[in-house]
Nanobody, 128 residues
């Protein structure tokens, strides 16, 4: 099992930047595919970004391509989401998620149902 704790959310003006972090504990971090999702009030949970076990593959949701960057540090058991050029529509609770993947090092999952473990979420609010 793995426990996930997000941090770094907050209030930012449109056009600004934030970096979210997710600290993992409890298991071998490098054996997990990691993802970021978000959920705005009244909307379904949305895939934001995912990264393979050894960072060889990264996938982004269409709404954040070119603005967000996902990265991970397996030595520090952390995954980050650098968010630039933020828009009011980026306002949501952001969740870190993990999926154990013992075989394929280059795999990334985009469906929320694929992930086994979730953090508690961190609020990001972008003002116009």
């Amino acid at each position: 099992q793995v426990q996930l704790v997000e941090s770094g959310g907050g209030l930012v003006q449109a056009g600004g930047s934030l970096t979210l972090s997710c600290a993992a504990s409890g298991s071998t971090f490098s054996s997990y595919v990691m993802g970021w999702f978000r959920q705005a009030p009244g909307k379904e949970r949305e895939f934001v970004a995912g990264i393979s076990r050894i960072s060889t593959r990264k996938i982004y949701g269409d709404s954040v391509k070119g603005r967000f960057t996902i990265s991970r540090d397996n030595a520090k058991n952390t995954v980050h989401l650098q968010m630039n050029s933020l828009k009011p529509e980026d306002t949501a609770v952001y969740y870190c998620a993990a999926k154990g993947e013992p075989v394929y090092v280059h795999l990334v999952y985009v469906q929320s149902s694929a992930y086994n473990y979730w953090g508690q979420g961190t609020q990001v609010t972008v003002s116009s």
